[in-house]
């Protein structure tokens, strides 16, 4: 999935397991309540926009990433900066064990 910024030229793309990571997320609050999950999907979509606009922009994090958290949602959104793109290696909830997606540098 790749969501291209106009403004800058800095494309987002996610890795695959962030991915499964969002649209598991979306499913799961759409079930909670209907239209919760489409408030989600803009919250993490508004998150990925900020970091592509301001790539450097994002708080310094694990392993030489960076994330923006979303607004109303308790979510951060990894990633690290490649050249003309940013790469999305999780969509975290902040109960989720620190550093679970380290190894997803590896194959993105």
Do not use: C
Request: no cysteine.
């Amino acid at each position: 999935m790749e969501i291209s910024n106009g403004l800058s030229g800095i494309n987002a793309r996610f890795h695959g397991e962030a991915r499964l990571e969002f649209l598991d997320s979306v499913a799961y609050y759409e079930a909670i309540q209907v239209g919760l999950g489409e408030r989600f999907r803009q919250a993490i979509e508004a998150a990925v926009a900020l970091a592509a606009s301001l790539p450097f922009a994002g708080s310094p994090h694990k392993y030489g990433t960076r994330r923006v958290f979303t607004k109303k949602f308790p979510f951060s959104v990894v990633y690290l900066v490649a050249g003309n793109e940013i790469v999305i290696f999780a969509v975290a909830h902040f109960k989720r064990k620190p550093g679970y997606w380290k190894n997803r540098r590896h194959d993105s």
